[in-house]
């Protein structure tokens, strides 16, 4: 089975402050990994995904993750908030032997501060 | 950019009625998924479908809840008698063959009263 723990439900920075998002992972396989950002009332967009190629993953918005195998963790991060960062970020594994159905963390609201 | 379109994106029903949220996947996916998303809280499994047939469903998918590809494009999630629990965003997913990524709709808002 396959889950995802993401630290902190919550995460407050400045404008300007870096963005530094948890997510922990358990699978016993090869996972696939993935950030969605959700803002209010609105659907899920993808940020950015690791599927076993390099360990550094970019996305849009100038997001950014680590996977690192040995902590079991897909942290995501970006250097200067913005404003618009504000809202709900959700980690997500899935796998081929599972279907590739995606299971999703509880997700962190990301509030920034002026 | 192809994406997967849901519809009605907000529908209002009350309890005991039959619902029927409706998806279109990306036109050449085979690989469908309903998730749920109770208000504040995570995005969750319900089912995935292949091949005319259900593949894997979570508990949360009981016997009032059925899957369906009506025709070669849509992909519907039925709830027979819908209860006040089921309010929540629902989310259709597709997937193509050899994908590693599940494409998201932007969801169906369900409220019941």
């Known amino acids: 089975a396959q889950s995802v723990t993401q630290l902190g439900s919550h995460v407050s920075v400045s404008e300007g402050a870096l963005v530094l998002l948890r997510c922990n992972y358990s699978s016993s396989v090869p996972p696939y990994l993935f950030w969605y950002v959700q803002y209010p009332n609105q659907g899920l967009q993808l940020l950015l995904k690791y599927t076993s190629a390099a360990t550094l993953v970019k996305g849009i918005n100038g997001f950014e993750a680590e996977f690192k195998k040995s902590e079991t963790s897909f942290h995501l991060t970006k250097p200067s908030a913005h404003m618009s960062d504000a809202a709900e970020y959700f980690c997500?594994?899935?796998?081929?032997?599972?279907?590739?159905?995606?299971?999703f963390g509880a997700g962190t609201r990301l509030f920034v501060k002026a | 950019e192809p994406e997967v379109t849901q519809t009605p994106s907000h529908q209002v029903t009350q309890m005991g009625q039959e619902v029927i949220l409706r998806c279109v996947p990306i036109?050449?996916?085979?690989?469908f998924y309903w998730y749920r998303q109770i208000l504040g809280q995570k995005v969750e499994f319900l089912v995935s479908?292949?091949?005319?047939?259900?593949?894997?469903k979570s508990e949360i998918f009981d016997d009032q809840f059925s899957v369906e590809r009506p025709d070669g494009s849509n992909f519907t999630l039925k709830i027979r008698s819908t209860k006040l629990e089921d309010s929540a965003m629902y989310f259709c997913?597709?997937?193509?063959?050899?994908?590693?990524?599940?494409?998201f709709g932007q969801g169906t808002r369900l409220t019941v009263v």
């Open positions: 997913a597709s997937r193509g063959t050899g994908g590693t990524e599940a494409f």
């Open positions: 036109s050449n996916h085979l690989y």
């Open positions: 997500a594994v899935s796998s081929n032997t599972g279907g590739f159905k995606t299971i």
């Open positions: 479908f292949y091949n005319n047939e259900i593949s894997e």
